[in-house]
């Protein structure tokens, strides 16, 4: 059974860079059926897909994120890497990861980490 | 960007009922859609995907149906354990969309 599980800072400064990680149990990073995303949700609303990550390093965000992210994967550490930059209190959201199956659908999912931008 | 948009924004029905949501893209989306269910404090969980096959453990009282542009998540005998807001996502345009969510209440 594969998990996911986030990690990171609860809580960011303005103007600062978010940084999560998604380790993975139950199955490896490396596997190239597999693409791995992030997706996050503000409180009381609905989802948003932020962008994927494959093993070989390529990845590909959403353009509404405005260059601001980058996705990285540790082979290594079975991990795969979240940084948003310059947030604000609109990026405030439980963010996800999740196994993205051949770029289309979310088929296992973190149980989420809530991160709030405020000073 | 392809937007998803869902009906109704909330269902009520009896536990045995049948509930019936919709979702809708602005541009044809082929049979590339899924389906996912989040109950209170949990994390999505994947129903339906390629508009009408269940996921791995679910129900056989849920089920998708619909291409293009139009598509249903029907569940036949609403049960309690069905709480929650159910959201569609069209995988087959860049980038990867989300419906906002119809949430389904038990009378």
């Known amino acids: 059974q594969v998990q996911l599980q986030e990690s990171g800072p609860g809580l960011v400064n303005p103007s600062q860079t978010l940084s999560l990680t998604c380790t993975v149990s139950?199955?490896?990073?490396?596997?190239?059926?597999?693409?791995w995303s992030w997706i996050r949700q503000p409180p009381g609303k609905g989802l948003e897909w932020i962008g994927y990550?494959?093993?070989?390093?390529?990845?590909y965000s959403n353009p509404s994120l405005e260059n601001r992210v980058t996705i990285s994967v540790d082979t290594s550490k079975n991990h795969f890497s979240l940084k948003l930059k310059s947030v604000t209190a609109a990026d405030t959201a439980v963010y996800y990861c999740?196994?993205?199956?051949?770029?289309?659908?979310?088929?296992?999912w973190g149980q989420g980490t809530l991160v709030t931008v405020s000073s | 960007e392809t937007v998803m948009t869902q009906s109704p924004p909330t269902l009520s029905a009896f536990p045995g009922e049948r509930a019936t949501l919709s979702c809708r893209a602005s541009q044809s989306i082929n049979s590339n859609l899924a389906w996912y269910q989040q109950k209170p404090g949990q994390a999505p969980r994947l129903v339906i995907y390629g508009a009408f096959t269940r996921a791995t453990g679910v129900p056989a009282r849920f089920s998708g149906d619909g291409s293009g542009t139009e598509f249903t998540l029907t569940i036949s005998s609403l049960q309690s354990e069905d709480l929650a807001v159910y959201y569609c996502?069209?995988?087959?345009?860049?980038?990867?969309?989300f419906g906002p969510g119809t949430k389904v209440e038990i009378k």
């Open positions: 139950g199955g490896s990073v490396n596997s190239g059926d597999y693409y």
């Open positions: 999740a196994r993205d199956l051949d770029q289309s659908f979310f088929d296992y």
């Open positions: 996502q069209q995988y087959n345009f860049w980038p990867r969309t």
């Open positions: 990550i494959y093993y070989s390093g390529n990845s």
